[in-house]
């Protein structure tokens, strides 16, 4: 006796195809903001923890530690905090905690410690006799800043070059009403806590 064998017919096929993407476009980026939401997340707690070591380092020293200048490919200087000088000989935060900020891209950085949070303090501009500049800090800042790249991966991104050429650097801070994958850093600074709004 024989047995009629039923199959999906194309239009079925199709429409299941259809069905799939359909759930596909809704899901993924769902996932991918919850991803951005997670490392914004992960990065302010990050700052919140250094912020703590910092002011705990200042109170023993009665300075704060000193930002180490790192230049990446481009000639673009990354000023990150010496993370020794809050482990040893007295551990502010834990050592074996890498304090890498998560949403930096930094492609072609060949040197890892640029993918550090930038750190800045007012002793920077002090030592260099720079003291408009320090001014310029400390009424923005505070003593010291803390920055994460934010979910487009890149520091002080809003690059403005003038008449002569010369290329300045605006601050853009990360606002997720904007949308959670949108330009802008993150702060944290002696001033204010995270998601600052500089001056």
């Not at 705990?56 to 200048?69: H, I, K, L, S």
């Not at 905690?97 to 072609?108: A, E, N, R, S, T």
């Not at 640029?114 to 303090?121: G, K, R, T």
Request: glycine share 8%; proline share 5%; net charge neutral.
């Amino acid at each position: 006796m024989n047995k009629k064998r039923f199959g999906f017919t194309l239009i079925e096929l199709l429409i299941v195809v259809a069905i799939i993407a359909i759930l596909a476009a809704i899901a993924v980026p769902n996932f991918l903001e919850a991803q951005v939401r997670s490392k914004v997340s992960r990065a302010k707690a990050d700052m919140r923890s250094l912020a703590t070591a910092l002011e705990a380092y200042a109170t023993d020293q009665n300075r704060y530690p000193t930002a180490e200048v790192v230049p990446d490919n481009n000639g673009f200087n990354h000023h990150l905090m010496q993370i020794t000088l809050v482990t040893t000989p007295i551990a502010y935060i834990t050592s074996s905690i890498i304090f890498k900020d998560p949403l930096k891209k930094g492609y072609g950085y060949s040197d890892e410690r640029c993918f550090l949070y930038e750190y800045m303090n007012l002793q920077y501009y002090l030592d260099a006799g720079n003291p408009a500049g320090g001014d310029w800090f400390s009424r923005v800042y505070g003593v010291w800043r803390l920055v994460c790249a934010g979910p487009d991966g890149w520091v002080f991104n809003n690059r403005v070059e003038g008449p002569d050429g010369q290329a300045t650097f605006h601050t853009v801070t990360y606002d997720p009403t904007n949308g959670t994958i949108s330009i802008g850093d993150i702060y944290r600074t002696s001033r204010w806590t995270d998601m600052v709004k500089p001056i």
